[in-house]
């Protein structure tokens, strides 16, 4: 009979292809590690890992039986789960594949009121670029992805999750930190950090400034950074200004170091994302976050609906005001 904690392991030596590190992540002693290896290895009268000194790689048989031992271990913890469904409970494990900073900011918020709901489910998240959150949910690696752009494939399904807004930012001390609006002409001659050219962030940037006949190319750019996290932090040490998503830039703008400028006739407006595999079978921990964030969005709409109504009763005598309808799936509520 394998021993699971063995599989466990393996799976994840094969992930940081060194021994240390595996001990690490398990908290575990780096000989205890070793011996679950080879006991494994010796069981299965094969060499799992190619040792070349303190880093390992999988060997082929390692590399052909990794998919079998992460698809068992995910139907092991499927049985756990289902089992403490029908006993009444919600528990596990839901892992969330992350490709925005946007997203870094929106979900733990979000986590943790699910987890007061659900005290017994853990949660992880994993940050990579779009391509691999995509291929986390194809290899079942991720229950669930947030991601700005939509990348077909089959049987990936897609919500709306969150407006992004994203605006110009800059030092506190800066001449247009004291305007309320400038104009896209002002932004000839400034200095500018920028996001890598393949960013979600960069790519509506470019689109926005173009539609306002602006040539990014024509910009001062003085550093690219590859998350936003930093590009703020680099604003606020004066050495550009920037376009950021709000949510990452509000902690700074709250402390009064950096402040969003409106740009005349500039609007960048996106959606963040759900995603989950079709193919693949939920869990009752991801059953219950998708229900959460419907209830999530239905609260959120109601406000909305409220909100709107009581607007309208104060301009009743106004009939020219108009009135945007809400977006086909609302945003949910993070306050």
């Known amino acids: 009979m394998l021993d699971l904690d063995s599989l466990r392991i393996f799976v994840t030596a094969a992930e940081t292809e060194n021994f240390t590190r595996t001990a ?7 000989p205890s590690v070793s011996q679950h290896i080879q006991n494994l290895e010796q069981q299965l009268g094969i060499d799992l890992f190619e040792r070349h000194g303190r880093r390992v790689d999988l060997s082929t ?9 992460q698809e ?9 789960e289902a089992a403490l469904a029908l006993s009444g409970e919600v528990a596990g494990l839901i892992t969330l594949g992350c490709s925005t900073s946007s997203g870094k900011y929106v979900v733990p918020r979000v986590l943790a009121r699910y987890r007061e709901m659900y005290p017994q489910v853990q949660a992880a998240v994993r940050v990579g670029p779009r391509s691999q959150v995509i291929d986390w949910l194809l290899a079942g690696e ?21 407006e992004d807004k994203i605006s110009l930012v800059v030092p506190a001390d800066h001449p247009w930190a004291q305007r309320e609006i400038i104009q896209a002409k002002d932004l000839y001659g400034e200095r500018f950090i920028f996001r890598e050219a393949t960013a979600g962030t960069q790519m509506a940037v470019i689109e926005s400034l173009d539609t ?13 950074l590859d998350n936003s996290e930093a590009i703020v932090m680099a604003v606020e040490e004066n050495l550009g200004v920037a376009f950021v998503p709000l949510v990452t830039a509000e902690r700074c703008m709250t402390w009064g170091h950096i402040k969003a400028v ?14 989950d595999n079709a193919n693949r ?7 219950a976050f998708w229900s959460y964030v419907e209830e999530l969005q239905r609260i959120t709409l109601t406000r909305r609906h409220a909100s709107q109504s ?12 108009a009135f945007q309808a809400p977006p086909e799936r609302p945003q949910p509520s993070l306050n």
């Not at 690490?24 to 780096?30: A, E, F, I, T």
């Not at 700005?148 to 990936?156: A, C, K, N, T």
């Not at 306002?212 to 690219?224: F, P």
């Not at 079978?281 to 059953?287: F, Y």
């Open 72 to 80: 068992m271990l995910r139907a092991g913890r499927q049985v756990e």
């Open 142 to 162: 991720a229950d669930i992805g947030i991601t700005s752009h939509r990348i077909e494939r089959s049987g990936l399904h897609y919500r709306r999750f969150f």
């Open 262 to 275: 409106p740009v005349e006739g500039m609007s960048i407006t996106r959606w963040l994302y759900l995603v």
């Open 310 to 321: 009581a607007i309208a009763e104060h301009a009743c005598d106004a009939p020219s005001v």
């Open 212 to 224: 306002l006949g602006v040539d990014i190319d024509h910009l001062e750019c003085v550093l690219v």
């Open 281 to 287: 079978s939920r869990t009752p921990a991801v059953n």
């Open 61 to 69: 048989a390692g590399a052909s039986l990794l998919p079998l031992v």
């Open 24 to 30: 690490q992540r398990l908290h575990m002693s780096q």
